[in-house]
């Protein structure tokens, strides 16, 4: 399994970002896939889920405001992220369990004014 994480950058208050996650070494469309976030002092929180389904799940906070999805034929993971706050300030991972198993490098989203 591998999974390289990219797209993060500086953005305003009320700006978007779209994440992109690249999925090797197995099928995407098979497995639950996550994006977890990881802020400066804080532990890894779990931000949405995407199932074999496509169905999704997100925490309240970003439920609205974030958008999971994947695009099988690829093989990656998106993660579109609109109205963005400071408090979304982190490293972004994409990972294959909710506590952020086998995730790459991540993806570092700053949003400042």
């Known amino acids: 399994v591998q999974l390289v994480e990219s797209g993060g950058g500086l953005v305003q208050p009320g700006g978007s970002l779209t994440l992109s996650c690249a999925a090797s070494g197995f099928t995407l469309s098979s497995r639950v896939m996550y994006w977890v976030r990881q802020a400066p002092g ?42 963005l706050k400071t408090e979304d300030t982190a490293v972004y991972y994409c990972a294959t369990s909710s506590r952020g198993r086998d995730r790459g490098q991540g993806t570092q989203v700053t949003v400042s004014s």
Not at 45 to 73: K, Q
């Open 42 to 83: 804080q532990e890894l929180e779990w931000l949405s889920s995407i199932y074999p389904s496509t169905n999704t799940a997100y925490l309240p906070s970003v439920e609205g405001r974030f958008t999971t999805s994947r695009d099988d034929a690829k093989s990656i993971l998106y993660l579109q992220m609109n109205d």
